[in-house]
Structures are given as C-alpha cells and as structure tokens.
C-alpha cells in the first residue's frame, strides 16, 4: 500500500486540496483500503483508491461546509441575543403560560427543539447529539416554530416586514 501514497497525495493535490488536509486525506483512504481490501480482494487498485480517495474529497468539503453553517448561524445567533434588550425578556406570568399554550400547540419534537435550545440552552449541535438529528434538521425545526409563533403571535419576521414594505413602496 505504501507504493500508493505517492499517487493519492498527486491525486489530492491535483483537485486543489491543500498539503496538510491531502495528507489527512490519504491516510483516512489507506486506512479504509486496508480495512476492505482484507475481505475481498481489488483486482484494479488504483481505479479503486481513486473513487475512495474522491469519496473522501466529498466527504471533507460537506463535513467542512455543516461546520461552516453551524458556526456562522451560531454567530448570528449569539449576535442576535446580544442586541436584545432586558425588557423585551417575558417577565408577565400571563404572558409566559400564553407562549407555552402557543409552544404546546407544536410538533412534539419541534416542542423538543424549542425546549432544549431556548429552556434547557443547549447549542444547537448539543439538541443535535441529544435527538439524534444533524445540525441543520435542528435550525429547519427551530425557523419552522419561530415562523410558526409569529403567526400565531400575529407578528412578521423582519424579511416579511421589509418586503411588505417594498411592495407599498413600490405600489405609490
């Protein structure tokens, strides 16, 4: 296998892959040829490394990209919380048990993902871990129940508000 390495690594670097990823990369494939190759032997090695190590190249750029979207709506999440003043906080009884008869009247498991990010304050890759669902499922359910209760609150969301907007705008 080691007379491979050479030929992945060229291969790596030749889809634009950087050095020290490429070197990741090659290693992970080496690891899964010799897990496969002692089940059932490969007649044309390197037609084979070259799916494994293409798969691979896949497998790191979708990885790289949820880690990318996880952060930055973390940030904006954070960002978000930052500019809320304390008043806007729901301090009234009436008003908190009328949120919870809104939050109540949700999907059991968008309940979930309420109560874990919003009660519970878990990160959204921890709601992730705790229901066994990808961080991007978390944010779906999440923007499905903010646009849910603002229905239900009778509010628009600020990209509602802005395009109704520009459409009286437009309308003059």
Do not use: C
Request: no cysteine; aromatic share 6%; charged share 30%.
């Amino acid at each position: 296998m080691v007379e491979h390495r050479p030929y992945l690594y060229a291969f790596m670097r030749a889809q634009g892959i950087e050095r020290d990823t490429a070197d990741d990369l090659v290693s992970i494939v080496v690891e899964r040829y010799a897990r496969r190759s002692t089940e059932v032997p490969v007649e044309r090695v390197r037609s084979y490394l070259r799916a494994m190590a293409k798969n691979a190249i896949i497998d790191h750029q979708r990885s790289h990209h949820r880690e990318t979207l996880v952060a930055e709506a973390q940030e904006l999440e954070l960002a978000l919380e930052a500019e809320r003043p304390a008043d806007h906080v729901v301090a009234d009884s009436f008003a908190a048990q009328e949120l919870m008869l809104k939050i109540s009247s949700l999907s059991p498991k968008t309940q979930k993902v309420i109560k874990l990010l919003y009660f519970d304050e878990l990160s959204v890759p921890e709601v992730a871990r705790a229901l066994g669902m990808t961080p991007e499922s978390v944010w779906t359910f999440r923007s499905r129940a903010v646009r849910r209760l603002r229905e239900l609150y009778g509010q628009a969301s600020a990209r509602e508000a802005q395009a109704a907007a520009t459409t009286s705008q437009g309308a003059s």
